[in-house]
Each structure stands twice: as C-alpha cells, then as structure tokens.
C-alpha cells in the first residue's frame, strides 16, 4: 500500500520568504507527527497530531512554525519569514494509533534550503 | 545533557563480523525504546522494538537496561547491506519520540 508521502521533496527559498510543507499520511493512521532533522543533528520533534485532539506543538522551535491537519487526513507545515538557520531535512510520519509502541513510518522527507 | 545519546561512530567492520552499539537516555520515565535504521539521504525506518526481556530479530538482538538506562543493540554476521545509521529512540511524553544522532556503520568486503 501507499506509504507517507510529502511534497515537495526539495525547496529552495531565500531568507524571509514563507514556506509550506505538505504531508500526506498512510490512510487511516489517526496519528501524524513532524520532524526536523538538521545537519550532523537527531531528529527532533515539532508537533504531533492525533484524531481531533488539540495538537502537541511544544516542539516548535518558533512562533514562526505552524502546522495544520485538514479533516484529519493531510498536514501543511509553515514556516514563516525563514531563516538560513531553518535550512534541514523535515520529515513526516504517521501511525494508527498513540501508543508508544506504535510504529512510525515516515516519508522521505522534504530537503529545505534557505539562502 | 542530550536526553538519547549515542556514540557517533564510525564503525567499521569486515563482513561477517560481530559490532555492538550502545545507547543511553535520561528519562527514567521513558516507556518504549527502538532502534531505527537510516541509509544515506533516506527516511528512518524500524528495526526492532527493545523490550526489557531482550529480543532478538535474525541476526539483531536489542537489549534494555532500565537500571542504568542503557540500551544495545548486537548485529552478528554483518553484511554489506547493514551499513547504515542506526537511530537510538526513545519515547517521549507518551507518543513523540526521542531520536539519537546516530550510530554510522559501514561493513566492508
């Protein structure tokens, strides 16, 4: 089946522009969560979305970072004003449920270049 | 202090070796742990979960020290296409996870 998928796969922007970063989740995974993983750096964790609950955002590193979930389906994550300092590989992932032991299947992630 | 930490590496390895890498967290109220798998410009994906009793998957086997906090994982018998970055990751706050920078690996003819 359909894995994660997310668009665009590369972004180039100048510093100061806004952004937006879409994901698409395996169908019925009621869970959806953002990565970022910056050069030579973890995967850090940006917010987590689960059904209709209130969104997880406390690892948002800015107010500059947003994100929604549509019909709690698709994700847009935006990224206002960006810095050179936003500049990593942003990953989605997905999961049927909340349970820690839950896997995760990520998407290929969206490369993003500030200049 | 990094809440997942892991040794960098790399490690380099013959095929058919046997490498060991380590993993500890800070949170003693973490309740899952796993090691994922990333290649080169590629997503992370599962390997294995890690229970306290150990588990083994193959030629994988993780295991989990709650007491000292410490997390293994052994891969016997490496083979070319074990080269790779392996992610440490540790639950955080229930559902979000921790991630390590990673263990780099390369197995060599």
């Known amino acids: 089946g359909a894995g994660v998928s997310q668009s665009p796969s590369n972004k180039v922007t100048e510093k100061g522009k806004d952004v937006e970063l879409r994901c698409d989740p395996i169908?019925?995974?009621?869970?959806l969560y953002w990565y970022r993983q910056s050069l030579g750096q973890g995967l850090e964790f940006l917010i987590y979305?689960?059904?209709?609950?209130?969104?997880?955002k406390s690892g948002l590193p800015s107010d500059r970072f947003s994100a929604e979930r549509t019909g709690g389906s698709v994700s847009t994550l935006t990224i206002q004003r960006t810095q050179q300092e936003d500049s990593a590989v942003y990953l989605c992932?997905?999961?049927?449920?909340?349970?820690?032991?839950?896997?995760?299947?990520f998407g290929p992630g969206t490369r993003l270049l500030v200049l | 202090r990094k809440e997942v930490e892991q040794d960098p590496g790399p490690f380099n390895v013959p095929e058919g070796a046997t490498v060991a890498f380590n993993c500890t967290y800070s949170?003693?109220?973490?309740?899952?742990f796993f090691w994922y798998r990333q290649d080169c410009r590629k997503e992370p994906k599962l390997l294995m979960s890690?229970?306290?009793s150990g588990n083994e998957d193959g030629r994988f086997t993780a295991q989990l020290n709650r007491a000292s906090q410490y997390i293994s994982l052994l891969i016997r018998d490496s083979k070319l296409s074990d080269s790779a970055t392996y992610l440490c990751v540790v639950n955080r706050s229930g559902y979000a996870l921790n991630f390590g920078k990673g263990t780099s690996l390369l197995v060599t003819p």
């Open positions: 992932a997905s999961s049927q449920g909340q349970l820690p032991r839950e896997t995760q299947y």
């Open positions: 890690v229970y306290s």
């Open positions: 979305f689960q059904g209709n609950s209130a969104p997880d």
């Open positions: 949170n003693s109220a973490s309740q899952s």
């Open positions: 169908s019925g995974h009621t869970a």
